[in-house]
């Protein structure tokens, strides 16, 4: 009997990939702060996860049976970056980076990164005792 890695780690897999893509766009708001005219930008977590959480379970994706076939799923990753709204007004060189609101949505962000990659970890655990037979 094969293990099926969806079921087991169900959506924490994505929400791990979608955290760090995460973690890259609001470092480079932070790379940025400086930069006249740059936008902080960010992702909306939750829709990003309920998108990829949809096409992980719909039906009509299609199956690879071939390493060089093309994945059905390729090009949707979610590249949909929202524009922040800065708290502030702006600072006249255009720039709408708040360095300290960008900090605390980074340390968030690690924060919820550890959390599930510690729950990935516990269930890779599982499955090893279990494969083990302890």
Known sequence: MS????KAFGIHETALNLRAKRA???ANNMANADTPDFKARDIDFSKALL???SQTSDSNSLNR???KHIDSMSGTEMTDLLYRIPVQPDTGDGN???VQ?????F???AMQYQ????FLNGKIKGLLLAIKGE
Do not use: C, G, P, Y
């Open 65 to 67: 049976t071939h390493d």
């Open 51 to 53: 998108m990829a959480q």
């Open 107 to 109: 340390a968030e962000n």
């Open 24 to 26: 890259e766009v609001l």
């Open 3 to 6: 293990i099926n890695f969806n």
């Open 115 to 118: 959390t599930t990659l510690r």
């Open 101 to 105: 609101v960008e900090q605390a949505k």
């Open 96 to 98: 709408s980076v708040d």
